[in-house]
């Protein structure tokens, strides 16, 4: 009995580790299946298995127009947001100055404020300088580095917050100025919350549709073109652009750890 029970205690951690896996990725392993799917018009039942949804992606009219949309705002807003944030991040953990304590607490209020309150809040204030009529693809993506900015330098915080100093100080005894010791010793130790930063901006962006819904004007993105096939029947072709993303994701998140584990120590 002593023998079960360590054997249980042993491996209940694990157990339960790979149960919330499969509560997570159950839904993702469901769209790569539904993108096989033999169906005109999405079903979420499984007719038989085609290869013609991923033979032909841009079947739908319309759908590659909008995810090439979601792509540039995409790009576009994480570049943005990554900059600014990144700076706002550097001047908060390693500059002394006035406000300081309050524009930290600012920071956080885009990340708690719920998103139906900011699209509207944007539209009034587009509105308000006489944009109402200008909406649409520099809105939406000023709209998406606002709520972007916050989650970049809470990230990019966090990693310069656990950064020791000591070889940034060994740096600048053996003769290295400011900005040498910046970009060969800082910046690469900073660059993994930067790179993950940018890519939760990205997904972020790529995958807003109440914001956007606000100030889109006659701009359609891929969340705003799956909301509005969904009142007719979603072609099945959406999920073979969820399991892209997914894939490139996973790809990128792979090649960060392979890198990390063979970078010399």
Not at 106 to 112: G, K, N, V
Not at 126 to 150: K, N, R
Not at 178 to 184: A, C, G, M, N
Request: charged share 10%; proline share 4%.
């Amino acid at each position: 009995m002593s023998r079960v029970g360590r054997w249980v205690t042993e491996h209940a951690v694990m157990a339960v580790a790979m149960l919330v896996l499969v509560y997570m990725f159950l839904p993702i392993f469901y769209v790569v299946l539904m993108s096989f799917n033999d169906q005109g018009r999405l079903a979420y039942e499984f007719q038989g298995f085609t290869l013609a949804n991923w033979e032909d992606p841009c079947g739908p009219s319309g759908m590659c127009g909008a995810v090439v949309k979601s792509l540039q705002i995409g790009f576009l807003a994480t570049l943005g947001a990554t900059l600014l944030g990144t700076l706002v991040a550097f001047a908060l953990v390693r500059h002394r100055f006035r406000g300081r304590a309050a524009t930290s607490l600012l920071i956080f209020l885009p990340m708690a404020t719920p998103e139906v309150v900011m699209g509207s809040s944007l539209l009034a204030l587009f509105t308000s300088v006489g944009l109402s009529g200008s909406l649409g693809f520099w809105s939406i993506l000023v709209a998406h580095i606002m709520f972007c900015l916050s989650f970049v330098v809470v990230t990019v915080k966090a990693r310069l917050a656990g950064l020791d100093s000591a070889m940034e100080q060994a740096a600048m005894d053996l003769y290295a100025n400011e900005w040498q010791t910046f970009w060969r010793i800082t910046f690469p130790l900073v660059f993994p919350g930067i790179m993950a930063a940018a890519l939760l901006s990205f997904s972020l962006s790529f995958d807003d549709f109440i914001v956007t819904n606000f100030n889109h004007g006659n701009t359609v993105t891929f969340p705003m073109y799956v909301w509005g096939a969904a009142q007719r029947g979603i072609p099945p072709q959406v999920n073979v652009v969820g399991t892209v993303m997914f894939i490139l994701a996973l790809a990128l998140v792979l090649g960060g750890s392979l890198l990390q584990r063979r970078r010399p120590a």
